[in-house]
Each structure stands twice: as structure tokens, then as C-alpha cells.
């Protein structure tokens, strides 16, 4: 299995509705990344939490980071179609990892 | 903010042939570089870990002798696809580690067809 999990898989939203997209790790997090990007093209950071407990928010995505350290999830509120695209969380698995590992991704589709 | 580059961006080319894929850092030195792949409707899969005037090291499944990888300087690697089979046909993704700050930042990806 994966060492991090993500869900849903895909997610298929009207536009104006909320979601959200967790990611769930089997060790500590040390640093969970979050970008999104379209296939065939590069990553988008949308932001990097740290401390458990932490929330970040940038426009209508927040992120946070569960105090155990080992969840965290990304909130999209008031969904448009530019938020369509695949949404993938990354971290370093243990405190000696130097590479970030990707979680298995969710795809996004919003509907006009 | 720190820059990685890929070329090229987009390569077709023959079965059996090599092609070679540069990653480079541009505002940064990077003593380490990762090459990752991605199927389509898959997440990024780390193939190897590129190190400066070192051997890469290879994940598990991943051939060292069909993924070349060379790190010959603070700024570049290369990875280079030997005798290129269409399943080899991916989109392959480069990160650099800031040597300072220990950050890892993306370059913006190479999509390889193999015909």
C-alpha cells in the first residue's frame, strides 16, 4: 500500500460548492507539501505546512495539518472550473528522508 | 523564487533509440536531484536520487542500466533513456534540492513519446 494515502480518488464538484481532499500518512510528516498540476505539465506549490496544528489559506484553499501529525487535508471553498486539475500532497517520510514522496493524487473536476 | 529547468519540455523518438533529458538549477546549487515519472492519471513515482560526483541512487524496480543518470555538476543532472521501448513513453519530472535551504523545487517536466 501506499505510505500516503489520498482521497478520494476523483471528485466531481458543481461549481460554487465546497470540497475537500485528505491526505493520510502511516509515519510522521516531516513537512506535507500540497500542489496541483494538469498532466504533462509541472507542479503548482500551493503551500507547505509543518506543525501540527498548522493552517495555511491562499484565495479559497486551505490547507491544515493535524496535530498528530500524520493527516491533512485541503479545503477548497466556493469551487470554480480553474480549481479543475489533479491535487497531489507530498512530504518527507522520516526525519532522515531528503526526497519528497507523493501521495497517489485526486483528480478535480469542477462543472460550470 | 529558485527556477529548475527541463529539455527539452517535449521529445518523440524511435524505438531503440537513447534520449537524454537535462535538468538544471538556476539560481541554486543543488548537490541533490531527483528524477520522478508519471503515467497518466497516476501520482509522480521517485526513480531515482541523482547526488553531485556520486552514483545515483535507484528505486526498487527502476534499471540502472536503461535510466542513466549523471550529476556532474552543482546546477545539472541528466538522465538518459537507453534503448527507448513505448512503455518507457511517460512524463518525467526533475527536482532540485536547495543545498541551503534544503528545499525541493520542481522543474516543469519532460514528456517523452517513444514510437
Known amino acids: 500500500s501506499q505510505e500516503l494515502e489520498q482521497s478520494p480518488q476523483s471528485l466531481i464538484v458543481q461549481e460554487g460548492k465546497n470540497l475537500t481532499i485528505n491526505c493520510t500518512s502511516s509515519?510522521?510528516?516531516?513537512?506535507l507539501y500540497w500542489y496541483k498540476q494538469k498532466y504533462g505539465e509541472g507542479l503548482i506549490f500551493l503551500m507547505m505546512l509543518q506543525k501540527g496544528g498548522e493552517e495555511k489559506s491562499h484565495e479559497k484553499i486551505t490547507a491544515k495539518l493535524d496535530e498528530k501529525k500524520q493527516q491533512s487535508s485541503l479545503h477548497i471553498t466556493a469551487s470554480q472550473p480553474s480549481h479543475a486539475g489533479i491535487y497531489l500532497c507530498?512530504?518527507?517520510?522520516?526525519?532522515?528522508?531528503?526526497?519528497?514522496?507523493f501521495g497517489s493524487g485526486t483528480q478535480l473536476t469542477v462543472l460550470p | 523564487g529558485a527556477v529548475v529547468s527541463q529539455h527539452p519540455s517535449r521529445v518523440i523518438c524511435k524505438s531503440g533509440t537513447s534520449v537524454k533529458i537535462e535538468c538544471r538549477s538556476l539560481d541554486f546549487q543543488a548537490t541533490t536531484m531527483f528524477w520522478y515519472r508519471q503515467f497518466p492519471k497516476q501520482s509522480l513515482m521517485l526513480m531515482a536520487t541523482?547526488?553531485?560526483?556520486?552514483?545515483?541512487?535507484?528505486e526498487q524496480g527502476v534499471e540502472k542500466d536503461k535510466f542513466l543518470i549523471n550529476h556532474a555538476s552543482l546546477t545539472l543532472s541528466t538522465l538518459t533513456v537507453t534503448s527507448a521501448h513505448p512503455e518507457d513513453s511517460s512524463f518525467y519530472i526533475c527536482?532540485?534540492?536547495?543545498?541551503?535551504?534544503?528545499?525541493?523545487?520542481f522543474g516543469p517536466g519532460t514528456r517523452l513519446t517513444v514510437t
Open positions: 527536482s532540485a534540492r536547495d543545498h541551503k535551504s534544503g528545499e525541493q523545487y
Open positions: 541523482s547526488n553531485e560526483g556520486s552514483k545515483a541512487t535507484y
Open positions: 509515519k510522521t510528516l516531516y513537512g
Open positions: 507530498g512530504a518527507r517520510l522520516g526525519g532522515s528522508a531528503r526526497q519528497l514522496t
